[in-house]
């Protein structure tokens, strides 16, 4: 296969139906309106014991913006604890300081607690002020698997230019293309943006809301 396929999904249900049609990999969330939370620890548990392909966990513990105080730290690091211990692939999960900058410090604390598993910076990427500046920075903590973006914009296809430019500054990290999606427009946008990971809640048949 030419690039990997990623579904965020919310239920069991959701993930088997996933990845019998396709799906390489899924991200796990709660609350997709209120663009994914952390999953139940029962849930996460299920979907592990029941998927064969990857699954790596979203680990956000609200809704509203990225920066987190002392207590939500502590909660997203016994989260990713838990989906250690329990052998999950990776966790994803992103922090911003008041300035819209990456949350360099804790960011790194939490990459070092998820050890071995992937840690991905999801879109908070988005809304930092210089995207490639962040992209660079987490780059250089060499904890950071993989961003997961759209190029600042509502869509891949708008982000397309920027997205090109990610893809040059990530280096080793894996640049997760996401920003409406889905199995119908994935094979046109990847012959524009060239990634190896798209992202997207109906990026396979199947999952269609």
């Given amino acids: 296969m030419s690039y990997l396929k990623e579904t965020c999904v919310e239920t069991l249900e959701q993930a088997i139906i996933a990845e019998k049609n396709g799906a390489n990999r899924?991200?796990?969330?709660?609350?997709?309106?209120?663009?994914g939370l952390t999953p139940s620890r029962e849930l996460i548990g299920l979907v592990k014991s029941q998927l064969q392909i990857p699954v790596h966990v979203m680990i956000r513990p609200r809704g509203g913006d990225f920066n987190y105080n002392s207590a939500e730290i502590e909660q997203m690091a016994s989260d990713i604890a838990f989906?250690?211990?329990?052998?999950?692939?990776?966790?994803?999960?992103?922090?911003?300081?008041?300035?819209?900058?990456?949350?360099?410090e804790p960011i790194e604390k939490l990459a070092i607690i998820a050890k071995p598993m992937k840690c991905i910076f999801h879109k908070a990427i988005d809304e930092t002020r210089n995207i490639l500046?962040?992209?660079?920075?987490?780059?250089?903590?060499?904890?950071?698997?993989?961003?997961?973006?759209?190029?600042?914009?509502?869509?891949?296809?708008?982000?397309?230019?920027?997205?090109?430019?990610?893809?040059?500054?990530?280096?080793?990290?894996?640049?997760?293309?996401?920003?409406?999606?889905?199995?119908?427009?994935?094979?046109?946008?990847?012959?524009?943006?060239?990634?190896?990971?798209?992202?997207?809640?109906?990026?396979?048949?199947?999952?269609?809301?």
């Fill in 83 to 104: 989906c250690k211990e329990i052998g999950v692939e990776g966790v994803v999960l992103g922090m911003l300081a008041n300035d819209k900058t990456v949350a360099i």
């Fill in 26 to 35: 899924i991200e796990l969330c709660a609350n997709l309106e209120l663009d």
């Fill in 133 to 209: 500046e962040s992209v660079k920075c987490l780059r250089e903590t060499g904890l950071i698997s993989g961003i997961l973006t759209s190029g600042g914009e509502s869509t891949a296809i708008k982000g397309l230019s920027q997205l090109k430019n990610i893809l040059l500054e990530a280096g080793d990290m894996q640049v997760i293309c996401a920003g409406k999606i889905t199995d119908g427009n994935i094979e046109e946008l990847h012959q524009k943006i060239g990634a190896k990971a798209y992202h997207g809640k109906r990026i396979v048949p199947g999952l269609e809301k």
